[in-house]
């Protein structure tokens, strides 16, 4: 690990704080600008039932009877220090509505994105090795018919099928393994996508340089050609479009919560997107723009570690080396 690399991390850093926190930042100013005024919708709503002096203290420990810079200010230095303030429905704290839901969240998510890399896998081997009289031309197609559905139809299918005609699992049962399953399904389809578009184009450009000519001349099989020579450098552009992939996940898991009835950070978004709880909104919209920077940074450190034809210059900039160098480098490796 170099200087020039210590440097472009530390640009990197600085780059995702200064994203961070202009996100924050136009967050809650969208969030203030949002039409009603929260405080006669939910703290006067005679349901309730908080008298005056109640809605005098909530006004007070939440700061919304002073100026909207010292809202700000104080709203962003408690969010940096892990404090996302009280729900304004329930008058419970926000990190705790998030703990409870955020489980069911994580697994959708990490299941659907399993899910994805293993079509965008199984997809692209069929693309390099299956001939075209046996469906190669289908299976290209696939990425674009997988983009052009969207989530919640896969879902709705998915329900309709499994668990109405086959009973596989029950909807009143959304967190059961095969809801899950089914609901991950629906979710991780268009994201890989994406990923299997990219890998596709690599693979097809890497199959064609001289050191895979080399290995197919030695008589190596093809599973092995592609997992030992042709999957490795195809797969690290996936890196970025899977770093971008991680926020469809997060706003599609808003969507396919709600097509399979589960309880996680999608329905509580969807009630406080109804009950205009902004607290909750403001921490659930700030934290998925921390997590969505965090992993396209991560990323961004992590290229030029897997690729050493990457050359960092002057920072955040990457250039990798011609295609006839890595080639001949590849194959020299190859034919040792």
Same mark, same amino acid.
């Given at each position: 690990?170099?200087?020039?690399?210590?440097?472009?991390?530390?640009?990197?850093?600085?780059?995702?704080?200064?994203?961070?926190?202009?996100?924050?930042?136009?967050?809650?100013? +969208?969030?203030?600008?949002?039409?009603?005024?929260?405080?006669?919708? +939910?703290?006067?709503?005679?349901?309730?039932?908080?008298?005056?002096?109640?809605?005098?203290?909530?006004?007070?420990?939440?700061?919304?009877?002073?100026?909207?810079? +010292?809202?700000?200010?104080?709203?962003?230095?408690?969010?940096?220090?892990?404090?996302?303030?009280?729900?304004?429905?329930?008058?419970?704290? +926000?990190?705790?509505?998030?703990?409870?839901?955020?489980?069911?969240?994580?697994?959708? *998510?990490?299941?659907?994105?399993?899910?994805?890399?293993?079509?965008?896998?199984?997809?692209?081997?069929?693309?390099?090795?299956?001939?075209?009289?046996?469906?190669?031309?289908?299976?290209?197609?696939?990425?674009?018919?997988?983009?052009?559905?969207?989530?919640?139809?896969?879902?709705?299918?998915?329900?309709?099928?499994?668990?109405?005609?086959?009973?596989?699992?029950?909807?009143?049962?959304?967190?059961?393994?095969?809801?899950?399953?089914?609901?991950?399904?629906?979710?991780?389809?268009?994201?890989?996508?994406?990923?299997?578009?990219?890998?596709?184009?690599?693979?097809?450009?890497?199959?064609?340089?001289?050191?895979?000519?080399?290995?197919?001349?030695?008589?190596?099989?093809? *599973?092995?050609?592609?997992?030992?020579?042709?999957?490795?450098?195809?797969?690290? %552009?996936?890196?970025?479009?899977? *770093?971008?992939?991680?926020?469809?996940?997060?706003?599609?898991?808003?969507?396919?919560?709600?097509?399979?009835?589960?309880?996680?950070?999608?329905?509580?978004?969807?009630?406080?997107?109804?009950?205009?709880?902004?607290?909750?909104?403001?921490?659930?919209?700030?934290?998925?723009?921390?997590?969505?920077?965090?992993?396209?940074?991560? *990323?961004?450190?992590?290229? %030029?570690?897997?690729?050493?034809?990457?050359?960092?210059?002057?920072? %955040?900039?990457?250039?990798?080396?011609?295609?006839?160098?890595?080639?001949?480098?590849?194959?020299?490796?190859?034919?040792?």
């Amino acid at each position: 690990m170099n200087g020039g690399y210590l440097s472009y991390a530390a640009k990197r850093f600085a780059q995702a704080a200064v994203v961070i926190l202009l996100a924050y930042v136009l967050t809650f100013v +969208v969030v203030s600008i949002l039409p009603g005024d929260p405080v006669t919708n +939910v703290l006067r709503d005679p349901q309730n039932g908080f008298s005056e002096d109640q809605i005098r203290q909530i006004i007070a420990a939440q700061g919304l009877d002073k100026p909207i810079p +010292v809202q700000l200010w104080t709203s962003l230095s408690n969010f940096v220090a892990g404090d996302l303030g009280l729900s304004m429905r329930s008058s419970r704290p +926000v990190t705790t509505l998030i703990a409870e839901v955020l489980p069911s969240t994580l697994i959708l *998510a990490s299941a659907a994105f399993a899910i994805a890399l293993l079509l965008a896998l199984t997809i692209a081997y069929g693309t390099q090795f299956v001939p075209k009289r046996f469906g190669q031309g289908l299976l290209r197609g696939f990425p674009s018919l997988f983009l052009s559905v969207p989530n919640f139809v896969i879902g709705l299918v998915l329900i309709h099928i499994f668990g109405f005609q086959l009973g596989l699992f029950r909807v009143i049962a959304p967190d059961s393994f095969w809801a899950t399953f089914f609901a991950a399904i629906a979710l991780g389809v268009p994201v890989s996508a994406r990923i299997t578009e990219v890998l596709i184009a690599n693979l097809d450009k890497e199959s064609e340089q001289e050191y895979a000519a080399v290995a197919r001349s030695r008589g190596l099989g093809q *599973a092995r050609l592609f997992a030992r020579h042709l999957l490795k450098p195809s797969s690290l %552009p996936v890196v970025t479009v899977i *770093a971008l992939a991680i926020g469809e996940l997060l706003g599609g898991s808003l969507i396919t919560e709600t097509v399979f009835g589960r309880t996680g950070v999608g329905s509580l978004v969807q009630r406080s997107v109804s009950t205009q709880d902004l607290p909750v909104l403001q921490a659930v919209v700030s934290l998925a723009a921390v997590v969505f920077v965090l992993v396209n940074l991560i *990323a961004d450190l992590v290229y %030029p570690l897997l690729d050493p034809r990457v050359k960092l210059i002057g920072g %955040p900039r990457v250039r990798p080396t011609t295609a006839d160098d890595a080639a001949t480098a590849t194959s020299a490796a190859v034919t040792s």
